[in-house]
């Protein structure tokens, strides 16, 4: 089992960034890619960044590219999700995923199997 905790969400105006962590405790995580989705009121879960096991491969949301970077410390079994030029359509719950069997940075919400608790993200217009 691999547990996942966010951290770092919070309220920022427009055009100000947040710093995103998800610490993994349990079982190794560093051979399987992980994640970030959001879900807005009354939307659905959407898939925002991933990074692949060994941290050389990423992608990104069109949504997002550009304004966020998402990274990882395995040393410290953490993952970030820099976020710069905030809007306000990026407000929403933010989830910290993992895949138990997928190395590779996918968009697919169907390879992920850890979820985190999700941390707030309120960006003012």
């Known amino acids: 089992q691999v547990q996942l905790v966010e951290s770092g969400g919070g309220l920022v105006q427009a055009g100000g960034s947040l710093r995103l962590s998800c610490a ?16 807005a009121p009354g939307k ?50 933010y989830y910290c995923t993992a895949s138990r069997s997928s190395a590779s940075a996918s968009n697919l919400e169907g390879l992920y199997t850890y979820w985190g608790q999700g941390t707030q993200v309120t960006v003012s217009s």
């Open 24 to 39: 993994a405790s349990g079982r190794t995580f560093t051979s399987r890619a992980m994640g970030w989705f959001r879900q």
């Open 44 to 93: 659905e879960r959407e898939f925002v960044a991933a990074i692949s096991w060994g941290g050389g491969s990423t992608n990104y949301a069109d949504s997002v590219l550009g304004r966020f970077t998402i990274s990882r410390d395995s040393a410290k079994n953490t993952v970030y999700l820099q976020m710069d030029s905030l809007k306000a359509e990026d407000t929403g719950v």
